[in-house]
């Protein structure tokens, strides 16, 4: 991409929306907890290969997000900023990136800029861009891979960069999500050949070839983690990755993955999903309906949105934040809505004063309402730590690391996952218990040993509670052996 004005002004709005106190709120909530956790784990191990989130193996997802944190964690030390910088900078090119394929698909600068600054300006994108986690990175991966694919398939040749632009986006689709990676931007690229193969009543082989071609060289850095993988752990981990998280949470069979929702819940999420957009995303998918049969453009973005959705809502397991990969199409398709509109106005304003001065003022308009948008999201940045009180474990870390200073001993008995930031603040691996037996031993050792457990009364064992620590609905408690009555 050239960095031309509207490139350098766009440059210049992610890097605001995406990096502006970035650092200045504690880990928040479960997502953040544990994957900070994790890739902090993963730095002070130095185990780059399997996952670890406190001492156990976690193989619900592919590693790409935590190589990314775990990096930042070496280079600018244990920082919250660091280990959001990986989903602030796929938020960035993703941004970046919808932009310059709109121009390379031959639409106007204005258009294409405006359909990038309404995925910088969607709710669902700039809060997620701004978390510890792999969505951001999926999202990145699904929309290098489709947008790819679709300026590959409209050229009359092979078009080297567009595939390995494809080729790129499924890597990293895959090695953010695993088998979801695949899933999102396959379901849309089979749709969308079929709805093509139908309209022009002709089936062209190549154009099914070279997709499923290209993702097998995707492919290739997933399988590598794989096949290394498989050497530490066997076909048990590899199997527990692929299929127990990955079909397992599809399908439902795999209970312990939580997130389950009714079959309506997307339905449900659809009057918030693309704030502050959705109308113009929703108006504009009515309104081109017409069109699709005629404009191969349209048709993409639509059948992007839409498949994605159906796909999600047969999946058992079920988060707000997986709606994420369909934000790009619906920026495209709420930016082309609106260059309708304009002509619209246009048309209607040599009769109405209204829609005249709609129609002549549309630019310094949008120009305050972007002003306004952003001012909102950078407020809500700086008032991010009013939510640490509910939602931060840093507390929790902060008593525990306050008696392992003390020169007391302190272990976590099967603990949350929630716990890792406890890993990520203290900077140092934690001892964890298993089992009962091992939490009698553990405090049995010494009067200096401290637990934390989640239930403070376990059948058998006399514990004094030391100290109830609340963090949200979720309670922990620093227990000790109770001293034996005389």
Not at 171 to 180: M, P, R
Not at 370 to 395: C, I, M, N, T, W
Request: proline share 5%; charged share 15%.
């Amino acid at each position: 991409m050239r960095l031309t004005r509207p490139a350098l002004l766009l440059l210049l709005l992610g890097c605001v929306l995406f990096f502006f106190a970035l650092g200045n709120h504690q880990l928040q909530g479960s997502t953040e907890s544990r994957v900070a956790g994790i890739a902090m784990q993963m730095h002070l191990s130095d185990d780059w290969v399997t996952p670890n989130l406190l001492n156990a193996p976690f193989l619900e997802k592919p590693p790409l997000s935590l190589w990314l944190d775990a990096g930042a964690i070496r280079v600018f030390g244990g920082e919250l900023f660091a280990v959001r910088l990986a989903s602030a900078f796929a938020g960035l090119f993703c941004v970046l990136l919808l932009y310059a394929m709109l121009r390379k698909l031959g639409r106007p600068t204005a258009l294409a800029w405006t359909a990038a600054a309404m995925l910088a300006t969607m709710g669902i994108f700039w809060g997620n861009t701004r978390q510890v986690g792999e969505d951001a990175l999926l999202t990145l991966g699904v929309t290098m891979a489709l947008l790819a694919f679709f300026h590959a398939n409209r050229q009359p040749g092979f078009a080297r960069g567009s595939w390995l632009l494809f080729a790129t986006g499924i890597a990293i689709a895959t090695l953010s999500k695993g088998v979801l990676g695949l899933a999102l931007p396959g379901v849309v690229i089979f749709v969308y050949l079929v709805c093509e193969s139908l309209l022009e009543k002709h089936f062209k082989p190549r154009n099914w070839l070279r997709p499923a071609l290209l993702t097998l060289l995707g492919l290739i850095p997933l399988t590598v983690w794989l096949c290394m993988l498989y050497q530490r752990g066997g076909m048990q981990a590899v199997s527990e990755l692929l299929l127990t998280n990955s079909v397992g949470r599809f399908s439902g069979s795999f209970v312990e993955a939580g997130h389950y929702e009714p079959f309506y819940y997307y339905l449900r999420k659809l009057p918030e999903a693309f704030l502050p957009w959705n109308l113009l995303t929703y108006l504009g998918l009515w309104h081109f309906r017409k069109q699709l049969r005629s404009n191969p453009f349209l048709l993409f973005f639509c059948v992007w949105l839409v498949a994605q959705f159906v796909l999600l809502n047969l999946a058992s397991s079920k988060r707000a934040v997986y709606m994420m990969s369909m934000a790009p199409a619906a920026a495209v398709i709420a930016a082309e809505y609106v260059r309708v509109l304009l002509g619209w106005l246009y048309q209607k304003s040599a009769h109405s004063t209204v829609a005249k001065f709609f129609s002549d003022n549309h630019r310094p308009l949008a120009i305050a309402l972007l002003a306004a948008l952003v001012g909102a999201y950078l407020l809500a940045a700086h008032r991010a730590p009013l939510a640490d009180k509910e939602q931060s474990f840093q507390p929790l870390a902060a008593e525990v690391m306050s008696l392992q200073a003390s020169g007391k001993q302190v272990a976590l008995l099967r603990p949350d996952e929630r716990l890792g930031a406890v890993v990520f603040y203290s900077q140092q691996l934690q001892h964890t218990l298993s089992s009962t037996e091992e939490l009698q031993a553990f405090l049995s050792t010494s009067p200096d040993n401290i637990a934390l457990v989640e239930n403070p009364e376990i059948p058998g064992m006399a514990l004094k509670t030391l100290d109830k620590l609340s963090v949200g609905r979720h309670h922990f408690y620093l227990v000790s052996l109770a001293a034996s009555a005389p």
